[in-house]
């Protein structure tokens, strides 16, 4: 916003913290309060729904009468928040997590059908209090709104004063803290006042057995048992030492915190409804498990060597059920299931006015022919990491396959899910060479020489469309075949080597992107004023736009441009080193769904393709 708009009582959305524990989220405002938590899964609904509408509900642990801390930071190598405040009286140290522990027993609260890790999630908030000099007064306050801030709740305050319950539209909650309690209205409150040396401490718990920290040294000890936790995860990665390692180290952990454990699903982005657009329409709900992702998912993971997690992953996209033709949607939930009809919450302010607010996504039903080449270049790199193609995949394969094959041909909704007129769009198309491109890869790995033969074959035949039509005058990949508008999304091209690095065709597409549609230095995905996609406004450029074209510029050998480009996309990053789905330039603010894991996918295939070019350069020295 610029200097002189009103005040907004919504935080940048750039100004979240995000706290994960592998089963659900939270986003922490500057202030400390946390705007935003669904219990218990990322996709239930919020019980602290702030960040939509500032009567949702929140949860806040700071010193009172204090907004603006001194510094915010996430303990390295973890998702823990480590929040400091100087007050005029002394100064205070809060950490919060969603806490991680030793598995004991299944996992009652959300169930897994993935065989379990040693660490799982407790299902807890933990937030402590240290005073480091002078003295502070700590003040709690958690007020929930349950169902999105539809439903408030009375609090039963236990005769100790220090031990609170709360039921609301099926959710129950415990609050434990070593301060004083009392209740007003639909608020649990408290407040003390700490001297240097000492502790404070509050938890709030969604398990089914309700357990929390006993006292405060208990609390902190879940919280280093959590910061361990994630070093020990992180530990496990490849991440060679250059100067992109804290960039690609702190996306592998947005990665993971984005995971949901019980299933490997992982969802698209922790929110709902951040807007694309300032005060528009543009707002959607990607708490749900995109296709397109996968292939995304897979080569991040491997790169990183995270094969247990890729493995993971894998054997989610092998247990969703399909369609009736043997397609896969283009998204599902978490959990596997495929309806994901779409509603509002109109009675939701939104965030910054930006309405309506939804829940699900009318786009899980549409049309889209890049799904297949997803899925099968996923399958593909899995099966060259371990070796193997398991029996359970080959169906997959074959159905995928016969798909693409049966309709490369229709046009369809194309990658970002347009709300108009079906068109034949060129990143659909190469999607479809690359599913039957895979596809006969994966038959000769299983030793099907018909198959191999008919489906590349076919890949043939897609490719040679693809040149034939889907070029302008000038030898530009276009958007769909009746314009010459261009689209980012044919940065695929040279992301899944339609054409070779030194191909003239795919170096002018690359540049014309990079010269064309870009803002302020920036990638838009299309321009809204030339492309029908059903929807009003303008649009932020897309941050995964922008580094998908710094891993184009690298194959066509553009490499500075590339590492000009990837230097101001670093810039960018939020204080937390998070990035959301679009960049406003002029207003220089984060707009979408935050953390968006399709931005930090991109970013570590980004980050692999100069490190790579660069050690290359070093052996030929």
């Known amino acids: 916003m610029d200097s002189n708009s009103p005040a907004s009582p919504f935080p940048p959305i750039a100004q979240y913290a995000f706290l994960s524990d592998c089963h659900t989220g939270a986003l922490v405002a500057p202030d400390g309060s946390v705007d935003w938590l669904c219990v218990p899964r990322f996709d239930s609904p919020s019980v602290f729904g702030s960040l939509l509408d500032r009567g949702a509900g929140y949860f806040r642990f700071a010193p009172y009468g204090i907004n603006v801390p001194t510094s915010r930071a996430y303990d390295p190598g973890t998702n823990v928040l480590v929040t400091t405040w100087h007050t005029p009286t002394g100064w205070l140290e809060i950490r919060d997590a969603l806490t991680m522990g030793r598995r004991e027993g299944p996992d009652e609260t959300t169930p897994h059908t993935r065989p379990p890790a040693d660490d799982d999630a407790e299902h807890l908030l933990v937030r402590t209090a240290t005073c480091l000099e002078g003295s502070v007064r700590v003040e709690l306050v958690c007020d929930p709104a349950f169902d999105y801030g539809r439903t408030r709740a009375p609090w039963a305050l236990d005769t100790d004063g220090h031990t609170a319950d709360i039921t609301g539209a099926g959710t129950s909650m415990r609050l434990r803290t070593d301060l004083a309690l009392g209740v007003e209205g639909d608020a649990l409150r408290g407040r003390h006042e700490l001297t240097a040396g000492e502790t404070a401490f509050v938890s709030l718990s969604w398990a089914a057995s309700l357990d929390g920290p006993a006292d405060a040294t208990d609390a902190a000890a879940r919280v280093t048992a959590t910061r361990d936790f994630w070093r020990r995860w992180l530990g496990r990665a490849r991440m060679p030492d250059h100067r992109l390692r804290p960039y690609v180290e702190r996306s592998a952990l947005v990665i993971k915190g984005l995971t949901y454990m019980p299933t490997g699903a992982t969802v698209a982005a922790l929110t709902t409804s951040?807007?694309?657009?300032?005060?528009?329409?543009?707002?959607?709900?990607y708490r749900y498990t995109w296709m397109r992702d996968s292939t995304f998912t897979l080569q991040a993971l491997h790169y990183l060597l995270l094969d247990w997690e890729a493995d993971e992953f894998m054997q989610f996209v092998a247990d969703i059920e399909p369609n009736e033709d043997g397609g896969l949607q283009?998204?599902?939930?978490?959990?596997?299931?495929?309806?994901?009809?779409?509603?509002t919450r109109d009675e939701?302010?939104?965030y910054q006015g930006a309405r309506p607010v939804r829940l699900g996504n009318g786009a899980f039903d549409q049309k889209q022919n890049d799904v297949f080449g997803s899925v099968l270049d996923s399958i593909l790199l899995h099966t060259r990491r371990s070796e193997r193609l398991p029996a359970r995949l080959w169906p997959i394969v074959k159905a995928q396959a016969e798909c693409a094959a049966a309709i490369w041909q229709e046009p369809d909704q194309g990658?970002?899910?347009?709300?108009?007129?079906?068109?034949?769009?060129?990143?659909?198309?190469?999607?479809?060479?690359?599913?039957?491109?895979?596809?006969?890869?994966?038959?000769?790995?299983?030793?099907?020489?018909?198959?191999?033969?008919?489906?590349?074959?076919?890949?043939?035949?897609?490719?040679?469309d693809i040149l034939a039509r889907g070029l302008s005058d000038r030898g530009v990949l276009r958007q769909h075949y009746e314009t010459d508008a261009l689209d980012a999304s044919n940065l695929l091209a040279a992301h899944f080597g339609l054409l070779p690095g030194t191909d003239t065709r795919l170096r002018a597409s690359v540049l014309a992107?990079?010269?064309?549609?870009?803002?302020?230095?920036?990638?838009?995905?299309?321009?809204?004023?030339?492309?029908?996609?059903?929807?009003?406004g303008k649009e932020g450029t897309f941050v995964i736009c922008s580094f998908w074209l710094v891993s184009a510029l690298m194959v066509v050998g553009e490499k500075q441009r590339a590492l000009d480009l990837m230097e101001r996309l670093l810039r960018i990053a939020s204080p937390f080193g998070l990035y959301a789905e679009e960049f406003e330039v002029a207003a220089a603010r984060h707009l979408g769904n935050i953390p968006q894991a399709f931005s930090h996918l991109a970013l570590i295939e980004a980050a692999a393709r100069i490190i790579l070019a660069e050690r290359v350069e070093e052996m030929s020295l």
């Open 330 to 343: 283009i998204m599902y939930g978490i959990d596997g299931r495929r309806d994901l009809t779409e509603t």
């Open 513 to 536: 992107i990079a010269d064309e549609l870009s803002e302020d230095g920036f990638v838009l995905r299309y321009r809204t004023d030339e492309t029908d996609d059903g929807m009003s």
């Open 274 to 285: 951040l807007p694309e657009t300032p005060g528009g329409e543009r707002n959607w709900d």
């Open 348 to 350: 939701l302010t939104g």
């Open 415 to 464: 990658i970002w899910e347009a709300r108009g007129k079906p068109q034949h769009y060129v990143s659909s198309k190469i999607m479809c060479w690359v599913a039957m491109d895979r596809a006969a890869q994966l038959a000769g790995i299983r030793g099907e020489p018909e198959l191999q033969a008919a489906w590349g074959a076919t890949a043939q035949e897609i490719k040679d």
